[in-house]
């Protein structure tokens, strides 16, 4: 296989993006708290989300792009492909910044190419492969979201295929990004900011691991400043 440019050539080239953050929620009250620490880039809003929080689901698109100034992901709530595009329509219509997100599946891939063609953007959501991740980028979306969680559950490891990913989207120069999903603890996010410049989709779950460990390691920094034993000799 004999790539297009060389892993220095690809370096050059390679255009760099922010850290971003994107919390699944459709709380505005976790939204602010998470804006406050500088950590809500965007929103990932699920229907699952917006019921379990006893908000009907346009009412939370709404609420949630009140909130932050990034991109809120809604999903349209239909399996075919006309049903899709009305709803994803409608939906950005609803905020400033609406990504539509859509399975990597025929219907979807179709539904993804005609809202490119609308100027609406679109992020490919559930992408367990990198066969699915290089179809997603030829649909001309905006996002990939590959799901680390569920992989590593049936004992792969998640974050191999962020990694594919990349290289696959260095490799041939797609300016799809890539925003690791449904991770599953504050490892995970650690892990996806070391690959590259990923964004990552946090819960609260994971939003109070990440505190947590805040905590820790300002609690070890104290101990150390004062010379404590144990950390010392450890």
Known sequence: ???????????????????RFFLDSASPEEARKVRDWGLLDGVWLSAAAAEAAG??????VREMAAVTDGPVLVEP?????K?????????????KDIVIQLPIESNGLRVARLL???QVAVCASGCYSAAQALVAAKANVAYVAPSVGPLDDI??????????????????????QILVSEVRNAV??????????????????????LEELLEAVALVAEQVARGHPAVLEG
Do not use: W
Request: net charge negative; aromatic share 6%.
């Open 1 to 19: 296989l004999t790539l297009p440019f060389s892993r220095e050539e690809r370096e050059q080239h390679r255009i760099p993006r922010p850290m």
């Open 55 to 60: 908000t009907g689901y346009r009412r939370a």
């Open 77 to 81: 709530g239909s399996d075919d492909a």
């Open 83 to 95: 049903g899709m595009y009305k709803a994803a329509r409608e939906l950005a219509k609803l905020g």
């Open 116 to 118: 490119s063609q609308d």
């Open 155 to 176: 004992g792969s490891i998640g974050m191999d295929l962020v990694e594919q990913v990349i290289r696959i989207y260095d490799n041939y120069g797609f300016q799809t």
């Open 188 to 209: 995970h996010v650690l892990d996806a900011v070391l690959v590259s410049d990923c964004g990552v989709v946090i819960n609260p779950t994971v939003v109070e691991g």
